[in-house]
């Protein structure tokens, strides 16, 4: 049981406002943002349906991330991460081979890391938005929210 003192409601109130304080400060969390311009964020319910379309998911994580468990049917295209987790990223650091994403520019595709902390499917996302893809879906919730819907994996 805490002292009267830690269950106060001035404390309680103290509480938010430090919490308040250090996510404004950038302290609460790394997590990706929630959109990304050209791009269309989905969640697993939509990557399905895309998916069962025959639109490609692609697959950012690294091999062995990859081989342990992935989307049925993805395909491996791991994008290499040097930068720092923000929006304002170096991509110069980075390496990602957009010559092994669908050739067509202007066809759907859908990609995928480890969930909104994982940064490697934003800026997969933005590259290829940025190289010209038109129809960019980034299933920011990632492997895990594909999982927690019960989907198929290999």
């Known amino acids: 049981m805490f002292p009267a003192s830690l269950t106060s409601p001035l404390f309680k109130a103290f509480c938010a406002a430090a919490l308040a304080l250090a996510a404004t400060a950038g302290f609460a969390s790394t997590d990706t943002p929630l959109q990304l ?8 319910d939509q990557a399905k349906k895309l998916r069962d379309t025959g639109v490609p998911v692609i697959d950012i994580r690294v091999a062995n991330e990859y081989v342990d468990s992935h989307i049925k049917g993805a395909t491996n295209v791991p994008y290499k991460e040097k930068s720092a987790k923000d929006v304002k990223f170096d ?6 081979d957009l010559s092994k994403l669908p050739p067509n ?8 890391c480890n969930g909104p902390e994982c940064w490697k499917s934003y ?6 938005a940025d190289a010209g893809y038109r129809k960019v879906h980034w299933l920011r919730g990632g492997l895990p929210e594909w999982k927690a819907r019960g989907y198929p994996v290999e």
């Open 37 to 44: 311009a050209g791009v269309t964020v989905v969640s697993a």
């Open 105 to 112: 520019k202007e066809a759907p595709l859908v990609l995928y």
């Open 123 to 128: 800026k997969a996302s933005k590259a290829a």
């Open 91 to 96: 991509p110069a650091q980075d390496s990602f």
